[in-house]
């Protein structure tokens, strides 16, 4: 999980040349073709996840996640990248090309009821947290969720976004200076039943 972070905070640190590579490179692999907008979302097809006009805003885009039963909204401008992390685990990257602007998912099987201080000691460096809060996030608003802020020596201050659903924590991890538009995506998301 750490040195999962560290690529993806060290991805999104790098300039606009690096960036363009990074997309151009995925497009390639995937295939997959694009509306030629830059930016544009990339998810390969066999990977079972679908994209679609978001809800109620032209300037969005759905991403659903089969494996996951997880849906929600996010700007056009992103790329989106799926990184499998063994058998039962994978790293979710929303990205816009060349900026500063992005969210990472992390999701992992979990078997506790709630996130425990093993757990973000863990998963956080050195486990510093500031604020803990419990909110409810969600579409429908409830998902109850812990909200902090963390540090990363390499990035800086960072926003986390940790919850529990169907024996998977998911952890949402964003520059810090993107609070307020996480928390916009994150009120669209919604679990789904297959």
Same mark, same amino acid.
């Given at each position: 999980?750490?040195?999962?972070?560290?690529?993806?905070?060290?991805?999104?640190?790098?300039?606009?040349?690096?960036?363009?590579? &990074? &997309?151009?490179?995925?497009?390639?692999?995937?295939?997959?073709?694009?509306?030629?907008?830059?930016?544009?979302?990339?998810?390969?097809?066999?990977?079972?996840?679908?994209?679609?006009?978001?809800?109620?805003?032209?300037?969005?885009?759905?991403?659903?996640?089969?494996?996951?039963?997880?849906?929600?909204?996010?700007?056009?401008?992103?790329?989106?990248?799926?990184?499998?992390?063994?058998?039962?685990?994978?790293?979710?990257?929303?990205?816009?090309?060349?900026?500063?602007?992005?969210?990472?998912?992390? &999701?992992?099987?979990?078997?506790?009821?709630?996130?425990?201080?093993?757990?973000?000691?863990?998963?956080?460096?050195?486990?510093?947290?500031?604020?803990?809060?419990?909110?409810?996030?969600?579409?429908?608003?409830?998902?109850?969720?812990? &909200?902090?802020?963390?540090?990363?020596?390499?990035?800086?201050?960072?926003?986390?976004?940790?919850?529990?659903?169907?024996?998977?924590?998911?952890?949402?991890?964003?520059?810090?200076?993107?609070?307020?538009?996480?928390?916009?995506?994150?009120?669209?998301?919604?679990?789904?039943?297959?």
């Amino acid at each position: 999980m750490e040195e999962t972070k560290k690529k993806f905070w060290f991805g999104l640190v790098l300039g606009a040349v690096v960036s363009a590579v &990074v &997309v151009g490179s995925v497009m390639y692999m995937l295939e997959r073709p694009t509306s030629g907008a830059p930016g544009a979302p990339l998810v390969g097809r066999e990977e079972g996840v679908s994209l679609g006009e978001g809800g109620k805003e032209s300037n969005t885009l759905r991403f659903t996640h089969p494996r996951y039963n997880f849906t929600l909204e996010f700007p056009k401008e992103l790329a989106v990248g799926r990184f499998p992390e063994g058998t039962a685990s994978e790293t979710i990257v929303f990205q816009q090309a060349g900026e500063k602007v992005g969210f990472q998912i992390f &999701v992992t099987p979990y078997a506790e009821d709630k996130i425990t201080e093993e757990r973000l000691a863990k998963d956080v460096k050195g486990g510093q947290i500031e604020e803990p809060t419990e909110v409810l996030i969600g579409k429908e608003g409830n998902i109850r969720a812990l &909200v902090f802020w963390s540090e990363d020596p390499l990035v800086g201050r960072l926003r986390e976004v940790w919850f529990i659903n169907d024996g998977f924590i998911y952890e949402v991890t964003a520059y810090a200076e993107l609070d307020k538009w996480l928390a916009t995506i994150l009120a669209t998301w919604q679990f789904t039943k297959n």
